[in-house]
T-cell receptor, first 116, second 115 residues
């Protein structure tokens, strides 16, 4: 099956610092999604990317869909305490014809810890 | 208030017993999904359904069963055949069953512990 490598596995940063994490895939995707998960909760969608090269922002978050369609990164600027959590990338390869509600392939997550 | 609900939040069962996890959505979404999450791991797809009365196996379907009798509901049964059922189970839904724009939204999860 498809493999997603997400790095780093964990990050210890100071409040106010910028954060960067990325995912690489062994195969191409048509869609990249970034989620944040708090302990004991379901993941919450942060950013969705649908086109190679696309750069999308959501407040202090910026994500890019790599040109090769095999990678994506997420940046968080000026981190604050509520940014703590686990960030997951997820990819999906879907076609226009035939469709199919395939599930997402997830990375193993980046655990963000912020020191005040 | 639209959303996805999963119940219960915590579930304990004895080894060898079947257990059914509930997932309901009022978003009018066509597609629904079940994922399993283990500590330190990403989510892995168990089953998904594009439409009522139809469902497909995901990557780790062995030991699980599902039904989709109503658009709003997609219950998951963890059977005694599942070798390691203790995990965090997440249900998700998306608006379309086909096409490129298919953002999945997740419920709050059910933590199943088999004693």
């Amino acid at each position: 099956g498809q493999q997603l490598n997400q790095s780093p596995q964990s990050m210890f940063i100071q409040e106010g610092e910028d954060v960067s994490m990325n995912c690489t895939s062994s195969s191409i995707f048509n869609t990249w999604l970034w989620y944040k998960q708090d302990p004991g909760e379901g993941p919450v969608l942060l950013i969705a990317l649908y086109k190679a090269g696309e750069l999308t922002s959501n407040g202090r978050l910026t994500a890019q869909f790599g040109i090769t369609r095999k990678d994506s990164f997420l940046n968080i600027s000026a981190s604050i305490p509520s940014d703590v959590g686990i960030y997951f990338c997820a990819g999906q390869l879907r076609t226009y014809s035939g469709g199919g509600a395939d599930g997402l392939t997830f990375g193993k997550g980046t655990h963000l810890i912020i020191q005040p | 208030d639209g959303g996805i609900t999963q119940s219960p939040k915590y579930l304990f069962r004895k080894e060898g017993q079947n257990v059914t996890l509930s997932c309901e959505q009022n978003l009018n979404h066509d597609a629904m999904y079940w994922y399993r999450q283990d500590p330190g791991q990403g989510l892995r797809l168990i089953y998904y359904s594009q439409i009522v009365n139809d469902f497909q196996k995901g990557d780790i379907a062995e030991g699980y069963s599902v039904s989709r009798e109503k658009k709003e509901s997609f219950p998951l049964t963890v059977t005694s055949a599942q070798k390691n059922p203790t995990a965090f189970y997440l249900c998700a839904s998306s608006m379309y069953s086909s096409g490129p724009y298919n953002e999945q939204f997740f419920g709050p999860g059910t933590r199943l512990t088999v004693l």
